[in-house]
């Protein structure tokens, strides 16, 4: 890692200012071999106070230089959204690694492996931007921003139920495949993730207003739709034709889930 | 200088950090792109190991302010101002645990164990009569390519024991 000039902002006008000029603002930097092998100007932003976990009537916050660890251990985390993100978090890597990676280097990253932007993704996160200001992880996911710097993670306490799921070769690796589902104002939302490119919402699952029949019936009917609507590719941790039988195997699994 | 609200860079070629490293306090200078796994070295801690430089196998594992890093994949000038644990600065916990493990025959080449003595102390320090489940997946970071776990297991268990 070849880094010309690294800087520790106090404020977030100046962070801004040097990312808007192309500087690169660094997370916990635990997953920065996977990224530029040379940086001009690295900007740390663990200075800015961005590191907490607040929750008021409607939503909960979570600051962008917050730890995959603090999200594992934090109560307000596991009172809200049935715990599904200190679930997710605890199942990434070792706890040095979530110790080290920030919920904000995740989704900056925009990481196919990520496991915690699939199960944000399932719970209809939103993102505050410096200067972009509020918007749906989605629409950030799939925007060409990156000379922004994200400052929370937004979400609404509008959701009755949630699970993830992901399957690893061990645990430390990152997942062949993994998967989240919620019941956001009564509308399912399911997303899969480590395809392996970067987690998406299956559109069919969310038009799944009302499930007929039992919770078995939807999962077996969503298992087929959601395997044909996303596409899956080849990696060194499994085939496209695995990880769409894996999908058709585990969405059945967290729709009956979500859904009792 | 401390880093906060500074820029760090001498002349853009290197950087200025203070670590207190095993309680010793140490004016470092170094690459801005450095990882903490190179200046330990540098600064003569021989213990830390490395393997994978991936992040994923736990054997430069040291503490940051008591919690268990990568040390391999963190960078140098982030852990400015704080303090940093090597099992130089931990020997008698070290030693106790040691013993243990060599009674269940849980080390064989031991590369991976100065990583994992930080990792068994983080936990103690953090978690009041973990369960085995808990135990493990405190653990789960800290890969051993000889052993087979069981025999470090136990004696984890004997030292969280004997330790509470
Ligand atoms: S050498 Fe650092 S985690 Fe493997
Ligand atoms: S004892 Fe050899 S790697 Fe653990």
Redesign the interface.
């Known amino acids: 890692?070849?880094?010309?000039?690294?800087?520790?902002?106090?404020?977030i006008d100046e962070a801004y200012e040097l990312c808007s000029k192309g500087a690169v603002a660094?997370g916990g930097?635990?997953?920065?071999?996977l990224g530029k092998q040379v940086?001009g100007q690295?900007i740390?932003l663990?200075?800015l106070g961005l590191d907490y976990i607040n929750e008021s009537d409607s939503h909960v916050e979570i600051g962008a230089m917050t730890t995959l660890?603090d999200i594992e251990t934090s109560s307000i985390m596991k009172q809200n959204f049935k715990g599904v993100l200190p679930k997710t978090a605890?199942s990434i890597?070792?706890?040095?690694?979530r110790?080290?990676a920030t919920i904000g280097g995740a989704i900056y990253g925009k990481y196919g492996f990520s496991d915690i932007i699939t199960t944000l993704l399932a719970l209809d996160a939103q993102v505050e931007l410096y200067l972009g200001g509020c918007m749906g992880l989605d629409h950030y996911l799939n925007s060409s921003i990156d000379k922004d710097i994200i400052l929370k993670i937004l979400i609404k306490k509008n959701i009755s139920s949630a699970v993830f799921a992901c399957e690893k070769k061990t645990?430390?690796?990152f997942s062949i495949l993994n998967m989240a589902a919620a019941l956001v104002e009564g509308q399912l939302r399911l997303c899969v993730g480590a395809r392996p490119g970067r987690a998406k919402l299956s559109k069919g699952a969310m038009y799944f207003l009302k499930p007929i029949g039992s919770a078995a019936a939807a999962g077996e009917t969503l298992s087929i739709l959601v395997a044909e609507e996303l596409q899956f590719g080849s990696d060194i941790r499994g085939s496209a034709e695995y990880r769409r039988e894996l999908c058709k195997a585990m969405v059945k699994k967290c729709v009956m889930e979500v859904l009792q | 200088m401390q880093g906060h609200g500074k820029k760090m860079c001498n002349g853009g070629a290197t950087v200025r950090i203070y670590l207190t490293i095993n309680n010793r306090k140490r004016d470092i200078e170094t690459m801005p792109g450095a990882v903490l796994y190179d200046v330990l070295k540098d600064c003569g801690i021989s213990s830390v190991k490395k393997s994978c430089g991936t992040a994923n196998c736990g054997v430069c594992t040291v503490l940051l302010d008591g919690k268990p890093i990568p040390s391999c994949s963190y960078l140098a000038a982030k852990a400015d101002g704080r303090q940093v644990t090597t099992i130089e600065g931990v020997q008698e916990e070290a030693d106790k645990i040691g013993n243990m493990m060599n009674q269940e025959g849980a080390t064989q080449c031991g590369f991976c164990t100065p990583g994992f003595l930080l990792t068994v102390i983080a936990m103690k320090n953090e978690l009041n009569h973990p369960t085995e489940d808990e135990i493990k997946n405190y653990l789960v970071g800290n890969l051993c390519r000889c052993s087979g776990y069981q025999g470090q297991l136990r004696a984890v268990q004997k030292y969280m024991e004997v330790s509470k």
């Open positions: 890692m070849n880094i010309k000039e690294y800087i520790k902002p106090s404020h660094i930097g635990a997953f920065l071999h940086i690295a740390d663990s200075g660890r605890a890597m070792g706890i040095q690694v110790n080290v645990h430390t690796d």
